[in-house]
C-alpha cells in the first residue's frame, strides 16, 4: 500500500517526502516504511497520538499511516478526521485495520480513507498464517501499478504472454498464487462475522465488545487492586478498540506465561524503560464468542496468580521467541 500510494504522490515527490506514522504503531508496518523511505529517498517520522494531526500541515507529508486501533494500548483513532487533516495538507492516509476488522464498525468510504489493509487472523477468525486483505479507494484503483507484478495480478494471468498488464480495478493488487487451504478457513472465519447480521451485523459486535471491555475494566480495578496495574487502554468506549491493554513496572511476560498455564490466553508486548515505555499485558476480546464468563474467569485468574505471586516462578520466567 504505501508503495502504491508514493507512485500516485510521486509527481509532487519534490515537494512531499516525509511519512508520519504513531511512535507506537506495529513494527511490521515501520519497517515496510523504512524500506519505502529508502526506495523513494524519503524520511520516516514517528511522532505520538496527540502530534499527529498538527504535524500534517507542514506542507512536506506525502503519507500518513496509522493503525486504526493500536496494538499496544487498545487507543483507537478517529479515522474520519485524521484522513480529512492529511487530505486537506496535500498527503494521502494509509490504515491498517488488523485490529478493527471484525471487532469495530469501520466505514472507509465515509471516512474517505485513501488505502487500507489488515490481516485474517485476528477478529476474522481465519487462525494463524491467515491472508491478509487490501482496499483501495475507487479514485486510486486504476492509478496504481502493482510493484511485485506477479502474474495473478495480469489482465489475463492464463495466456501465460511474457509482458505484464495490470488488471482492472482491484484485481492488479494481487500478485502470487493465492493460498488455498488458508483462504478456505478464512472464508468460514469470515462467514461466522456475517452470520451475526440477523442479529445486528457489526452494530450488535460493537456493543458486545464495549461491553465486555468495560467489564473487564472494572474487574480488573476491584479485584486486583493493589498490584501494580495501570490501565493502558482508554476507559472512554468511543476511544477504545475490542482489547484491555494493562501496564506493571515487574513481571509483565512472567505473568502472562502464568496466565497461559492456567488457560487464559493473553499475549506481552515488550517496554523501552529508555523511552519509558511500560511492558504491556494485552487481552484481546473477539466478541463473536467471547462470553462474559469468560472475562470474568480472566481477571480471577489474573488475581490468583498475582496474590500467590505465581508469576515469580523460574518456569515462567524463561523466555521463549514468541511472548
Known sequence: MLSA??????GDASARGVIVSERSNFPTDLY????????????????????????????DVALLMLTHVNYRSGRMHDMAALTRAAHDAGALAVWDLAHSAGAVAVDLHAAQ???????????????????AFVWAHPRHAERFWQP?????????????????????????????????????ALECGIDSV????????????????????????????????????????????????????????EGGY???????????????REGDTAQAVPDILRFGVTPLYTRFVDVWDAVEQLRLVLDGGEWREARFNQRAAVT
Not at 122 to 131: H, Q, V
Not at 254 to 268: M, P, T
Open 148 to 184: 511485485l507484478s506477479g502474474w495473478m495480478g495480469h489482465a489475463a494471468p492464463f495466456a501465460f504472454v511474457p509482458d505484464y498488464r495490470p488488471a482492472p480495478g482491484i484485481a492488479r493488487y494481487l500478485c502470487g498464487t493465492p493460498p488455498v487451504l488458508s483462504l478456505a
Open 32 to 59: 515496510i516504511a523504512e524500506s519505502v523511505c529508502r526506495q523513494h529517498g524519503w524520511r520516516l517520522e514517528l511522532l505520538d497520538h496527540d502530534a499527529l494531526a498538527a504535524r500534517l500541515g507542514r506542507g
Open 113 to 131: 480513507a485513501d488505502f487500507a489493509i489488515g490481516c485474517g487472523y485476528k477478529y476474522l477468525n481465519g487462525g494463524p498464517g491467515a491472508p
Open 194 to 249: 456475517l452470520a451475526a447480521a440477523p442479529l445486528g451485523g457489526m452494530a450488535a459486535l460493537r456493543a458486545k465488545s464495549i461491553s465486555l471491555t468495560e467489564r473487564f475494566i472494572d474487574l480488573v480495578d476491584a479485584r486486583c487492586a493493589g498490584h501494580g496495574l495501570e490501565l493502558v487502554t482508554p476507559r472512554a468506549a468511543a476511544e477504545r478498540g475490542s482489547q484491555v491493554c494493562l501496564a506493571r513496572a
Open 254 to 268: 512472567a505473568i502472562v506465561q502464568a496466565l497461559i498455564a492456567r488457560g487464559v490466553v493473553g499475549d506481552y
Open 5 to 10: 500510494a508514493a507512485q500516485i504522490v510521486r
